[in-house]
C-alpha cells in the first residue's frame, strides 16, 4: 500500500494489518459453536481475521473446519485452541498441517514444549496475557503476539477490566503487537485503544449475531433485547472448586449453575466423587450450556455468553455493515483529533 494514501485509521492499523495480512487490524475472537466456517470466512472476507474455535474440536474436525472454510475465503484466518484440551498437540500438528498461519492459544498459560512446537511449524502466535509481567513472560518463550482481554467480555473472563489492562500493559509494550478486547463496539472505542498504542482489537459480543451467524434465532433475539446489565458474571459457591468466571445474560442457566456446583459439593463431601471429577463436571457446564442456546436455541435453560457491549448490538447486521460502520466512525472520530 502507498503510504501518502493511507488514512489516519489504516495508519494505526498497519502493524496489527501487516501481522494478521488482513486490511483491517480488527480480529473476530473465536467464540465455541459461532466460529464456524461461514462466521470465519465472513470476517475475513469483510477485511478483518477471522479466528475459528478449535477449542471444543477433535483433531479431524478441525481439519474439516479449516478446510471448509479455506474454500469460502482466500483471505487468512486463525485457529483457537484452549491450552487445556487434552490433544492439544495434535491439534497444533493438525494446524500446521493446514494454510493456516496464526494460532491463537487461550485458557491459560501455554507450556513452553507447546510454544516450541507452534513456532517450529512457523505458526504466528498469539497469546492472552492477563499481567504485564505474563506478556513479558509469553513474548519471551516465543509469543508473536500478545491479546489482553478485559473483565466486560464475553465468556471466560479475567479479573480486570480493559482500561486498566490498556494502561498498565500498552505503555510497556510499546514496540511489540498488543490486541485489545473486551467491550469494543464503536469505531471510537477502538480508536482510542490504537492510539493508546495497540495494534488492533479484537471483537466476539458485537460480530456474534451478524447475519452470516449460525448462531439460533431465539440466540439472536435474545442478544438484541439485552442491555449491558443483563450480561452478568457466574459465582464461584467453593473455593475448592475454583471457576473461572463466564460472563452470559442472565437466566436459568446461571441457576442450573449454581445448583450444580451444590450438588458436586455434597457429593464430594459424601466421598462420592472426588476433587477432579468434580472440577470437569463444573467445568463442562458451559460448553454444553453454550451449544444449547446457539445451536439448538434453548435460551432458558442453555448459556447466552455476552459481552457487557450487548447492550450496544440492536439489530441483525451483515458483517460488512457492522464493519463498515466501525472502521467509518473510527475515520471521522480521528479525523476531528
Ligand atoms: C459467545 C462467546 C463465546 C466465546 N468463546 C470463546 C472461546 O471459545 N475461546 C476464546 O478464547 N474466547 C472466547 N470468547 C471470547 C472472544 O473470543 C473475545 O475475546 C471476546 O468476546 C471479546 O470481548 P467482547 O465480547 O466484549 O467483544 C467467547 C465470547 C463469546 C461472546
Same mark, same amino acid.
Given at each position: 500500500?502507498?503510504?501518502?494514501?493511507?488514512?489516519?485509521?489504516?495508519?494505526?492499523?498497519?502493524?496489527?494489518?501487516?501481522?494478521?495480512?488482513?486490511?483491517?487490524?480488527?480480529?473476530?475472537?473465536?467464540?465455541?459453536?459461532?466460529?464456524?466456517?461461514?462466521?470465519?470466512?465472513?470476517?475475513?472476507?469483510?477485511?478483518?481475521?477471522?479466528?475459528?474455535?478449535?477449542?471444543?474440536?477433535?483433531?479431524?474436525?478441525?481439519?474439516?473446519?479449516?478446510?471448509?472454510?479455506?474454500?469460502?475465503?482466500? $483471505?487468512?484466518?486463525?485457529?483457537?485452541?484452549?491450552?487445556?484440551?487434552?490433544?492439544?498437540?495434535?491439534?497444533?500438528?493438525?494446524?500446521?498441517?493446514?494454510?493456516? $498461519?496464526?494460532?491463537?492459544?487461550? *485458557?491459560?498459560?501455554?507450556?513452553?514444549?507447546?510454544?516450541?512446537?507452534?513456532?517450529?511449524?512457523?505458526?504466528?502466535?498469539?497469546?492472552?496475557?492477563?499481567?504485564?509481567?505474563?506478556?513479558?513472560?509469553?513474548?519471551?518463550? *516465543?509469543?508473536?503476539?500478545? &491479546?489482553?482481554? *478485559?473483565?466486560?467480555?464475553?465468556?471466560?473472563?479475567?479479573?480486570?477490566?480493559?482500561?486498566?489492562?490498556?494502561?498498565?500493559?500498552?505503555?510497556?509494550? $510499546?514496540?511489540?503487537?498488543?490486541?485489545?478486547?473486551?467491550?469494543?463496539?464503536?469505531?471510537?472505542?477502538?480508536?482510542?485503544?490504537?492510539?493508546?498504542?495497540?495494534?488492533?482489537?479484537?471483537?466476539?459480543?458485537?460480530?456474534?449475531?451478524?447475519?452470516?451467524?449460525?448462531?439460533?434465532?431465539?440466540? $439472536?433475539?435474545?442478544?438484541?433485547?439485552?442491555?449491558?446489565?443483563?450480561?452478568?458474571?457466574? &459465582?464461584?459457591?467453593?473455593?475448592?472448586?475454583?471457576?473461572?468466571?463466564?460472563?452470559?445474560?442472565?437466566?436459568?442457566?446461571?441457576?442450573?449453575?449454581?445448583?450444580?456446583?451444590?450438588?458436586? &459439593?455434597?457429593?464430594?463431601?459424601? *466421598?462420592?466423587?472426588?476433587?477432579?471429577?468434580?472440577?470437569?463436571?463444573?467445568?463442562?457446564?458451559?460448553?454444553?450450556?453454550?451449544?444449547?442456546?446457539? &445451536?439448538?436455541?434453548?435460551?432458558?435453560?442453555?448459556?447466552?455468553?455476552?459481552?457487557?457491549?450487548?447492550?450496544?448490538?440492536?439489530?441483525?447486521?451483515?458483517?460488512?455493515?457492522?464493519?463498515?460502520?466501525?472502521?467509518?466512525?473510527?475515520?471521522?472520530?480521528?479525523?476531528?483529533?
Amino acid at each position: 500500500m502507498v503510504k501518502t494514501n493511507m488514512s489516519k485509521l489504516d495508519i494505526l492499523f498497519e502493524k496489527g494489518a501487516e501481522f494478521l495480512g488482513a486490511r483491517h487490524a480488527i480480529l473476530g475472537g473465536a467464540m465455541t459453536w459461532l466460529s464456524d466456517s461461514d462466521l470465519v470466512s465472513a470476517i475475513s472476507n469483510a477485511g478483518c481475521f477471522g479466528v475459528l474455535a478449535g477449542g471444543a474440536m477433535l483433531p479431524k474436525d478441525l481439519e474439516h473446519e479449516i478446510n471448509l472454510t479455506s474454500k469460502k475465503t482466500d $483471505k487468512p484466518f486463525g485457529v483457537n485452541l484452549i491450552t487445556a484440551h487434552p490433544q492439544l498437540s495434535d491439534l497444533v500438528d493438525t494446524v500446521a498441517k493446514t494454510n493456516v $498461519k496464526h494460532l491463537v492459544l487461550a *485458557g491459560g498459560l501455554p507450556s513452553k514444549e507447546i510454544i516450541e512446537k507452534a513456532k517450529s511449524y512457523g505458526l504466528k502466535l498469539m497469546c492472552f496475557a492477563p499481567i504485564l509481567s505474563i506478556g513479558q513472560k509469553l513474548l519471551k518463550m *516465543g509469543a508473536d503476539a500478545l &491479546i489482553i482481554e *478485559g473483565h466486560e467480555a464475553g465468556g471466560h473472563v479475567g479479573p480486570t477490566a480493559l482500561t486498566v489492562l490498556a494502561q498498565e500493559i500498552l505503555p510497556s509494550l $510499546k514496540d511489540q503487537i498488543v490486541f485489545v478486547a473486551g467491550g469494543i463496539a464503536t469505531g471510537s472505542m477502538m480508536a482510542n485503544f490504537l492510539k493508546m498504542g495497540a495494534a488492533g482489537c479484537q471483537i466476539g459480543t458485537l460480530f456474534a449475531c451478524v447475519k452470516e451467524s449460525n448462531a439460533h434465532p431465539n440466540f $439472536k433475539k435474545a442478544f438484541f433485547r439485552a442491555n449491558a446489565r443483563d450480561a452478568v458474571l457466574s &459465582i464461584q459457591l467453593d473455593k475448592k472448586f475454583p471457576v473461572i468466571p463466564v460472563r452470559a445474560l442472565k437466566n436459568e442457566a446461571y441457576q442450573d449453575f449454581m445448583s450444580l456446583q451444590r450438588q458436586v &459439593i455434597t457429593e464430594f463431601e459424601a *466421598g462420592r466423587l472426588d476433587l477432579k471429577e468434580g472440577q470437569l463436571k463444573i467445568e463442562h457446564f458451559w460448553a454444553g450450556a453454550l451449544r444449547r442456546a446457539a &445451536i439448538q436455541g434453548d435460551v432458558e435453560r442453555g448459556s447466552i455468553m455476552a459481552g457487557q457491549a450487548v447492550g450496544l448490538v440492536k439489530e441483525e447486521l451483515s458483517i460488512g455493515e457492522v464493519v463498515s460502520n466501525l472502521t467509518d466512525e473510527a475515520e471521522r472520530y480521528l479525523a476531528v483529533q
